[in-house]
């Protein structure tokens, strides 16, 4: 057993998940993604819950156990709960958290049975700093887990939503959990408040597509293929490319804001987080940070 927050924390819990839910419902674009909750079964062994927050995967292990990646928040958490523990029989011992963001990390007081929570550095700070207690584990590089035959590799390779990522490969699968490095069909959204930067994110989706993967669940949406992930990846390469080129030019962010448009990369706003003026506002921006560290 492991506290959790105060009840302060609790009630800023509160606050924020009301108010992201009254977003997505106001908004239209993503709350279908983000609120409908959708239970999978990848195989015999592997779970999904997509939607009801940031998706959840589970993983059986031995006769009585699983590994949770990502704990969903409030009622989405206690569904995810009530799976593993009712439909399942299972305890989940193990937790990796790809980001700090309560709509993946806010279900992680469901679970005070779990050994291990294993986080990015700075997620563990953010999180601590919330109030947030759990035998966290941090990965820096890479933990290599071997679960009743099942291999588990989680990776920190690179920032980008935040600045404390992680992914979980699943070798056997071929199949890789990327948390918000990547949102099926929505443009990308970066987080300044938790240290995401979209400059760092072009250079993280590069280093995801070094691993052998054929499909990838994303943090919200449905399960990509390989080619799907690839075409974001060229997304924001190109994003960067051009609004590097127009600062070379000598264009203002409101020239260049005009100029990239990228009509062939077709992704919608996710709620009212993400938009493609947005990104290349903040690409323009990023790139100014650059400049100025390299005088």
Do not use: W
């Amino acid at each position: 057993m492991f506290p959790f927050r105060s009840g302060q924390n609790k009630h800023r819990a509160g606050v924020r998940a009301v108010g992201l839910g009254l977003v997505a419902l106001l908004c239209g674009c993503g709350t279908a993604a983000f609120l409908h909750l959708s239970p999978r079964s990848f195989d015999a062994r592997l779970k999904l819950l997509l939607g009801g927050g940031g998706n959840a995967a589970v993983l059986l292990h031995g006769r009585s156990e699983a590994l949770v990646v990502d704990t969903k928040f409030g009622d989405f958490g206690r569904r995810l709960r009530h799976q593993v523990e009712q439909d399942l029989a299972r305890k989940v011992r193990r937790i990796v958290l790809t980001h700090a963001h309560f709509d993946h990390a806010g279900g992680l007081k469901l679970f005070p049975d779990a050994a291990v929570v294993m986080v990015h550095p700075n997620a563990r700070k953010r999180l601590e700093a919330e109030g947030i207690r759990a035998p966290f584990v941090e990965v820096e590089g890479e933990v290599r887990l071997l679960l009743d035959g099942d291999e588990v590799r989680v990776l920190a390779m690179g920032s980008g939503h935040t600045d404390g990522d992680l992914v979980a490969l699943l070798p056997g699968r071929k199949l890789l959990i990327a948390g918000d490095l990547v949102n099926e069909r929505f443009e990308p959204y970066c987080d300044p408040k938790y240290g995401g930067d979209i400059l760092a994110l072009s250079n993280t989706l590069p280093n995801l597509m070094t691993l052998d993967f054929e499909q990838l669940v994303p943090g919200h949406g449905e399960v990509m293929p390989r080619a799907q992930v690839q075409s974001l990846a060229d997304y924001v390469a190109a994003l960067q490319a051009q609004v590097r080129q127009g600062r070379a030019e000598g264009l203002t962010e409101n020239q260049v804001v005009a100029k990239v448009k990228l009509p062939e990369y077709r992704l919608e706003r996710f709620l009212a987080m993400s938009s493609r003026e947005g990104n290349v506002r903040a690409m323009f921006q990023a790139l100014g940070r650059e400049g100025m560290r390299a005088r």
